[in-house]
């Protein structure tokens, strides 16, 4: 089992700044990829940013350039830097998780951007 926690939303004006984190506790040494997905009200949940345990990042068209993902495992912990953040960025944040077998979701983290 696999628990995830995640860290870091809030409230945050156009054009600001926002570093969500994810703690990751139990059987964490069978993780490979872990990765940041998003759901806005009205919306499915869509992948925002993933990385491997040999670090290879995949960003969502609409992030790159902008968000940058890091993973610490020795610390077992996942970011997501959010720079020049716009209101369509508006969402819940849920940090994922996966053996390649299992997968496993955080209980999310609202970011929401003013205009």
């Known amino acids: 089992q696999v628990q995830l926690v995640e860290s870091g939303g809030g409230l945050v004006q156009a054009e600001g700044s926002l570093t969500l984190s994810c703690a990751a506790s139990g059987t964490i040494f069978r993780l490979s990829a872990m990765g940041w997905y998003r759901q806005a009200p009205g919306k499915q949940r869509g992948l925002v940013a993933a990385?491997?345990?040999?670090?290879?990042?995949t960003y969502t068209d609409s992030v790159k350039g902008r968000f940058t993902v890091a993973r610490d495992d020795g610390k077992n912990t996942m970011t997501l830097q959010m720079n020049s953040l716009k209101p369509e960025d508006t969402a819940v944040y849920y940090c994922?998780?996966?053996?390649?077998?299992?997968?496993?979701w955080g209980q999310g983290t609202q970011v929401t951007v003013s205009s």
């Open positions: 994922y998780a996966t053996t390649g077998v299992y997968d496993y």
């Open positions: 990385i491997t345990r040999g670090n290879t990042t």
